[in-house]
């Protein structure tokens, strides 16, 4: 299993803390293509990575999702493949969307009502396993929730295909708008819904880096279905 979340919770650092700068991939996503155009919160618009490296031998990484609009209902799912090696073809919280022929590695699932939270879930021969949460927090004024974690700089290089999907808070809930997907992913409410091509960024490279991949950050708390 590839484990994301330990016991240090890390923040975004400034930039005198930084090593080797910053590094932003965003993915612009287009507007108006659900079944209910009147869901602004739950039209992605665009979904940025911005990657920190730091003199303490990490790379931190910001998962920001900026939405149409916003509503304390909104479920927010990001969904990671680490090695392009298929992972699993389903999701922790059960909801019914599907990869095609992609899978998933590691799952966060986040909400932003009461006092808002997620969940760190990965997959290994067991099966799905909790592993905490990761540091957020919610830009109301931008229509925007960050997701943050942390990444050993010793593991740079490595490509990770990733989607991100909005939806309600009933369990049978799918996926209402994909990171991946121009057009609409889903009919209406009870049905199902499928990813697309998962888009990709790379983990910044550092001298000396090899090819693997680890994850730290973050003590977590659980969520309520």
Known sequence: MIKIATSCAVMLVSGSALAGGTHVDTFIDSQNDLFDNGLSNLDITQVSVTQQM???????????????????WTKYMVFLDFFGNGGAPNNPWGRPISFGSQGIDSFIGGWIDGSGGN???????????????????????NNTVHYQTAIDIAFAGVVIGMDVATS????GDAGVDHLSRSDMAMGGWGQSSESGQFVQFTIIPAPGAIALFGLVGLSGSRRRR
Do not use: C, N, Y
């Open 54 to 72: 730091t003199a303490g031998g990490l790379v931190l990484i910001d998962m920001a999702i900026t939405t149409r609009g916003m509503s304390d």
């Open 119 to 141: 969940e760190v879930w990965g997959v290994g021969a067991g099966g799905w396993a909790l592993q905490g949460s990761t540091p957020f927090f919610v830009d109301w004024a």
């Open 168 to 171: 309600g808070g009933r369990s």
